[in-house]
């Protein structure tokens, strides 16, 4: 097969030779140009992601922190329920939850159980 190939490159003139050196040459810095610019723009969009992440990253921590400040805040400002209390308001989270379909108790408690623990 090699043969062939170098038969049909021999036998072609001077002008068709240079046209088939462009056309090569073209392919090649086409496919150079392509490469590097993927690369190129995959480090930036990389970079770019990076910064991101750190940047969300940071802010998440800032506000895991000012939670846990606003809920020991609230802890220390607020006494905690007597067991009375404590029972009136289940009834009347109950009673609200019994006459309003929006109002889920299980809902409230599950989230005051993750807000004490």
Known sequence: MSSRVFTWARSL??????VWKIGA???????????????FSRGLLVDDRDEIHRKATAHLKEAAQFAE?????????????????????????????????????TMFWEYKWRILC
């Open 13 to 18: 003139s001077q002008e068709q030779r240079r």
């Open 69 to 105: 400040f606003a809920h020991n805040d609230r802890e220390s400002r607020v006494p905690k329920l007597t067991p009375e209390q404590d029972e009136q308001l289940r009834n009347y989270l109950a009673f609200v939850a019994e006459n309003s379909p929006l109002f889920s108790f």
């Open 25 to 39: 040459g073209v392919v090649v810095l086409g496919t150079a140009f392509k490469s590097l610019y993927f690369v």
